[in-house]
């Protein structure tokens, strides 16, 4: 069964306004490339020729995941765990992003393996199994597992909402979800494993093989259950993946954008868009990732990011980065002068402005 939100396109009512304003700004038609139609997409979903975005929530999901059995990364699962705790302290690269713009940052578990982690104030306890099944043997997620994720992480949105967030964004951690993402998207664009997966935490080339071959032997068992976005999630994602889907499709139902990440926060957005293809109007992407597929990925998707430098970290490290342009991209927007307004001259001939 699909995804169920109510999650709907954009109107275009407002697309020759948002044109005409873009070009009567004083600068030369295009010269501000994609911080143009950057700010044109948040002003169709805001359905305003001035709009704002103040306060970016971050949360970072955090679960295991049962594939790891089969020898698809360096890392032992403890790492999850380990880092998380970094989080908590205020040492990873995610608290510094964070700190530096001024973005509240929550850490969630979603299904950590092990006992309770010790209470936190930037902790929520969401845990719903220790970990994820061994997708490559069974479904990764039970029916309820999946269920209480996807609602878990639409809650949470909206617990961001009521506290004045206007726009969220989303990172993960768990070792061994660069192969839950590579078998997201292999299930999703109908493509061999090996086109999909990467190096994640440093996995070696005969390493990156055989991930490859227990994605490729998973999809094969379950693909009479893959029959959609949704369907695919369970079977091959993890708690994680699942609650930050329920996140951004709750963000989207909302009528408020979301900011993607990296190869897995896309991975997780691809199983929404085959259910549910107007969620990309709400989805502002911030990075390319170095992680091997994650190009190809935004290529299927038909969208292009604001940066490219070599991230493959995950946490949401891109999207907190991509913060800053997001807000000078609204700045010009609804700050520059027109040429009426600033008394400079039009091209000879021009009626809208445009130089």
């Not at 594939?67 to 698809?72: D, L």
């Not at 293809?277 to 502002?284: F, H, R, T, V």
């Not at 190809?296 to 995950?314: E, F, I, K, S, T």
């Amino acid at each position: 069964m699909p995804f169920d939100f109510d999650i709907r396109p954009l109107a275009s009512d407002l697309n020759a306004a948002i044109e005409q304003h873009l070009n009567n700004l004083t600068k030369p038609p295009g010269s501000l490339g994609r911080l143009e139609s950057l700010a044109a997409q948040i002003a169709r979903l805001q359905h305003s020729l001035m709009p704002q975005l103040k306060h970016l929530h971050h949360w970072v999901f955090a679960a295991d995941h049962g594939v790891c059995t089969q020898q698809i990364s360096p890392y032992p699962s403890a790492v999850t765990r380990q880092m998380v705790l970094n989080f908590l302290a205020g040492g990873a690269a995610i608290n510094q992003f964070c700190q530096q713009h001024g973005v509240p940052l929550k850490v969630v578990d979603a299904g950590i393996d092990g006992d309770a982690l010790p209470d936190h104030p930037d902790l929520i306890n969401a845990r719903i199994a220790n970990g994820s099944a061994d997708f490559s043997q069974q479904p990764a997620l039970t029916i309820s597992e999946f269920d209480a994720a996807i609602k878990t992480g639409a809650e949470l949105a909206q617990q961001s909402f009521d506290r004045g967030a206007d726009v969220l964004s989303f990172g993960e951690m768990g070792i061994g979800n660069t192969t839950a993402g590579a078998a997201l998207m292999a299930a999703c664009l109908q493509l061999p494993a090996a086109d999909c997966v990467g190096a994640g935490t440093g996995a070696s080339t005969q390493m990156q093989a055989h991930k490859a071959e227990v994605i490729d032997a998973a999809i094969a068992l379950h693909r009479h259950q893959l029959k959609d976005g949704a369907a695919i999630l369970r079977h091959l994602g993890g708690l994680e993946l699942a609650m930050m889907a329920g996140s951004m499709a709750a963000t989207a139902a909302a009528g408020k954008p979301f900011i993607v990440d990296g190869f897995l926060a896309t991975a997780a957005l691809t199983t929404l868009w085959r259910d549910h293809p107007a969620i990309l109007d709400y989805a502002l992407f911030s990075h390319c990732s170095d992680e091997s597929g994650h190009r190809r990925l935004l290529d299927a998707l038909n969208v292009q990011p604001l940066l490219q430098l070599n991230l493959r970290l995950g946490e949401g490290t891109g999207a907190v980065l991509a913060w800053p342009l997001i807000q000078s991209a609204l700045a010009f927007f609804t700050g520059m002068a027109s040429f009426d307004s600033a008394g400079v001259s039009k091209e000879k001939g021009s009626k809208d402005g445009a130089q």
